[in-house]
């Protein structure tokens, strides 16, 4: 479960969370390959997670990048990715527990308002079987 979103403006808290020797780093692929990547940050004493993703082509009009997280089968959607000029989108939010633990995370390409993730995704991670 995901209780608040946040656009950095969090400098502080991100930098808490990614330059720890305690953050737990997820790579996210391409699963239909490509050059973009993304990765997500937890620690298991904070509630704050740090998602990243680059060399994402702009989204066409009406449409969003979703950060959405998974775990026990339930989705939860993360916050909307705003992207820069070069495809560069960065995210923190706070997760309901410290140390939230993911079974998937995955980012999708989906009309604005989407209500559940979209196949397939953009990037993914997923824990291996």
């Known amino acids: 479960m995901v209780s608040r ?8 808290v991100l ?8 953050t737990i780093k997820r790579v996210l692929r391409p699963p239909q390959g490509g050059r973009a990547y993304g990765k997500v940050y937890t620690r298991p004493d904070m509630p704050h997670v740090a998602a990243m993703a680059a060399r ?4 066409p009009p009406e449409h969003v990048y979703c ?30 527990r410290n140390g939230p633990e993911y079974d998937v995370v995955q980012l999708t390409l989906q009309p604005t308002g989407s209500t559940s993730p979209t196949s ?6 997923k824990v291996a079987p």
């Open 5 to 12: 979103t946040t656009q950095v403006s969090q400098q502080e």
């Open 67 to 96: 950060l959405w997280v998974g775990s026990q089968g339930q989705m939860h959607l993360a916050g909307v990715l705003t992207l820069n000029e070069q495809g560069f989108g960065l995210l923190v939010f706070d997760a309901d």
């Open 56 to 59: 994402l082509s702009p989204p």
């Open 15 to 22: 930098l808490e969370v990614v330059d720890s020797p305690k």
């Open 120 to 125: 397939p995704p953009v990037l993914l991670w």
